[in-house]
């Protein structure tokens, strides 16, 4: 089993099986007995600004911080893992039966609108889940 990990602190996990956070454990274990290798990847690498900068600040303010897409991006793609096509669906606060079975094909992928798309992300508002 391989395990690639994308991370801004590489040394947290160790350069070796026995440094870091995986030389504890099950995990351990597996990396030693060669069941299992790991792989870790410093996102700060595929950065292109002097600072090496990864995070950026939320859109539409807020607190915290988040990771920015080209440096996960260019690190998939140097691991040979490429996007895959999605479609995203966003649905009105009011949902009715229609709607619900409308959704229901396109996620059977029996609806013609997500053709030669590999996955369906939809984006249903929180309150019309239930949560």
Not at 115 to 120: H, I, L, R
Request: proline letters at 7%.
């Amino acid at each position: 089993m391989r395990f690639d990990i994308l991370t801004i602190f590489p040394e947290f996990f160790g350069a070796l099986p026995d440094q870091g956070i995986l030389g504890h454990g099950v995990v351990s274990r597996a990396l030693r007995t060669n069941l299992a290798s790991a792989h870790i990847h410093d996102l700060r690498a595929f950065t292109h600004d002097r600072h090496r900068t990864v995070d950026d600040r939320p859109f539409g303010g807020g607190e915290g911080m988040v990771l920015k897409p080209q440096p996960i991006a260019e690190c998939l793609s140097s691991l040979g893992i490429e996007p895959k096509r999605s479609k995203q669906l966003s649905y009105p606060m009011q949902v009715s039966h229609d709607t619900n079975s409308e959704l229901e094909e396109i996620l059977d992928g029996r609806s013609t609108e997500c053709q030669g798309t590999t996955s369906v992300v939809p984006i249903v508002p929180q309150n019309e889940c239930g949560l």
